[in-house]
């Protein structure tokens, strides 16, 4: 529906501006101009916002970002290392080892992933770990996909862990609970693993990629693929932005030509003939002969 309800605001546009140019003086029930701009405004803002949360295409483009998350001394680095297959990040047992984030690049299934090993979650005094936590936030934030990795113990997920699970809920996740060699209770969906060993590992690789793959398929009309349909959508976005902002100023005929390239823009991604479509539109709208 995205598509369709972008291009048809825009064919609205294009015939209402059209009908000033084509037939001006016609008593025709023309919009005002503020209308017309608000609705191209509408679309540019639409066209943003899918383009600013488009994963699919950027993770084709540049890479999906995959960031670990969890409390200290869950097991992080530990399962960082055992999904880069090399001992990249410091692993020690004192809680808080973990200060800068550590990146790696890795391939899982067909993606090209960067691996984010991140400071762990806990209330902390010392300035340098809350400043590495801080910017472990940010990486979270931008991650496509996050690995939550909770400490197997008896008792369960602790008061972080259950934050951090309520917290992360609305993401694509992944939800590990680690050191299964020692007492646990069961968690519902989690892999088990031993990161040092190995144990699960690749299971947790395989639930990163489908995650990945999943992201590729929100939303029918949302699945933009390749860097080309990403730019075409930012093009019909600052083409709508553009014609809004020439109105007033530059006229219909300048605003027309930019919305139909807009238009144009936005059926690059389907394939479709644009001049078609505005007259249809005009006639469609307006009672006039052709
Ligand atoms: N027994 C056991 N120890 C683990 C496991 N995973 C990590 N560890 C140990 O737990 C400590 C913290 O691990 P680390 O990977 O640094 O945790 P992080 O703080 O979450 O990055 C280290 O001493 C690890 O050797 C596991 O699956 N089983
Ligand atoms: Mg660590």
């Not at 969890?70 to 880069?84: D, M, P, Q």
Request: hydrophobic fraction near 50%; aromatic fraction near 4%; charged fraction near 25%.
């Amino acid at each position: 529906m995205f598509l369709h309800d972008q291009r048809a605001s825009l064919l609205t546009c294009a015939a209402e501006l059209e009908a000033r140019l084509d037939y001006p003086g016609d008593e025709l029930a023309l919009e005002d101009d503020e209308v017309v701009a608000g609705r191209l405004r509408a679309v540019a803002r639409a066209c943003d916002e899918v383009a600013a949360r488009w994963a699919p295409g950027r993770i084709a483009v540049e890479g999906a970002r995959v960031a670990l998350v969890g409390a200290v001394n869950a097991g992080k680095s530990s399962l960082f290392n055992a999904l880069v297959g090399a001992p990249r990040a410091l692993v020690h047992s004192s809680p808080g080892t973990t200060r800068d984030v550590v990146s790696e690049r890795v391939a899982l299934g067909p993606f090209e992933v960067t691996l984010f090993d991140t400071a762990g979650e806990r209330v902390t005094d010392d300035p340098v770990e809350a400043a590495g936590q801080a910017l472990s936030a940010q990486w979270v934030a931008r991650a496509d996909v996050l690995v939550v990795v909770l400490r197997a113990t008896p008792g369960g997920p602790s008061e972080v862990e259950r934050a951090l699970l309520a917290r992360t809920a609305g993401r694509q996740r992944v939800v590990v609970l680690n050191g299964v060699d020692a007492p646990h209770g069961p968690i519902d969906g989690a892999i088990s693993t031993i990161a040092p060993d190995g144990v699960g590992v690749a299971e947790v690789a395989r639930a990163v990629t489908d995650a990945l793959v999943a992201i590729g398929e929100v939303g029918d009309d949302l699945s933009v693929t390749s860097g080309r349909q990403h730019d075409r959508l930012c093009a019909t976005a600052r083409a709508a932005e553009d014609a809004a902002g020439a109105l007033p100023f530059a006229g219909p005929a300048v605003a027309a030509s930019l919305v139909v390239e807009g238009l144009a823009a936005l059926d690059e991604l389907e394939g479709r003939v644009v001049r078609e479509q505005v007259l249809d539109a005009l006639f469609a709208r307006f009672c006039i002969g052709k």
